[in-house]
């Protein structure tokens, strides 16, 4: 193979592809071919834009040389046409520019690669200048872009720098129909979007029962503790209360005694006093 089918063959691969399979390939044509192997060496990896644009052309060849030819069209028009006409011309570059651009990113993401606004402006810029100049146009068609155009200065613009290898201006690359996918039954897709939703709202109610759950055990397990704090105060209560209610009927049986004691006294006292005043009498009859 010619270091330019070796281009052509790595720069139509998936982007994560490229330098592995570059590498591989230096490796394997390191024996047999060594210049052809340094050459292939020195390959750069594509820009994501060039990478669009690179498997735009190959899905889209036809899409991509109607955009060129119309381009060399409006080109010879425009020099016999007035401002307003320039303008309109102008606004329905841009319109075409655009409308290939959204194809090229819609390639793109089917292969794995969404395409952010500063990618497509520079897709969509590559694209302008190829409606603008010849260079451009023929290093578009190359299919072996490493970096992006922009549109000014195309005066003095150097197609070559913009490519691969030299040999790229000039060669068209050859087409490769988009791989098919399978693709999700939209009806399916939305089923299946509605029972994650499902999913996910009974989860966050699980989530949320769980949470009134957790704190309703925690009040439980709080008036448990202080159910078994006044149980333990009321033992107490009643404990103290018997104690004092044994007391008071010890103090009561004490006083009946007391009160006993005191009649007995007073019996004996009164026995006494009568005692003496019988000796008294008689010591006075002596």
Do not use: C
């Not at 230096?26 to 669009?52: G, H, I, M, Q, Y």
């Not at 028009?77 to 303008?87: C, T, V, W």
């Not at 103090?251 to 003496?276: F, G, I, L, N, Y």
């Amino acid at each position: 193979m010619s270091l330019l089918e070796e281009a052509e063959a790595l720069y139509g691969l998936p982007l994560a592809e490229f330098t592995p399979a570059r590498d591989a390939r230096v490796k394997a044509l390191r024996a047999e071919d060594r210049e052809l192997s340094d050459a292939v060496k020195a390959l750069k990896k594509p820009s994501l834009a060039a990478w669009v644009l690179n498997l735009l052309v190959r899905r889209e060849p036809d899409q991509v040389a109607q955009l060129i030819s119309l381009g060399a069209s409006l080109r010879d028009a425009a020099e016999s046409l007035d401002g307003a006409q320039l303008r309109e011309l102008t606004k329905q570059r841009r319109q075409l520019t655009a409308a290939v651009t959204t194809v090229a990113r819609r390639h793109a993401l089917a292969e794995g690669h969404k395409v952010t606004e500063p990618v497509a402006d520079e897709v969509e810029s590559t694209l302008t200048a190829a409606m603008l100049d010849t260079g451009a146009a023929a290093a578009v068609r190359s299919g072996l872009l490493v970096r992006a155009f922009a549109t000014t200065g195309l005066g003095d613009l150097d197609a070559a720098s913009y490519v691969a290898v030299e040999e790229a201006i000039g060669h068209e690359v050859s087409a490769a129909p988009m791989k098919l996918h399978a693709v999700p039954d939209p009806s399916a897709a939305a089923l299946r979007r509605e029972k994650k939703q499902a999913v996910a709202r009974a989860e966050k109610e699980l989530r949320i029962a769980r949470d009134s759950l957790a704190r309703a055990k925690t009040r439980h397990q709080g008036a448990q503790a202080q159910a078994l704090q006044l149980e333990s105060e009321i033992d107490e209560v009643r404990r103290r209360l018997a104690e004092l209610e044994e007391r008071e009927d010890d103090a009561a049986s004490a006083v009946d005694k007391a009160a006993d004691a005191v009649a007995s006294a007073t019996e004996e006292a009164d026995a006494a006093e009568k005692a003496r005043d019988a000796a008294a009498a008689a010591l006075g009859a002596d």
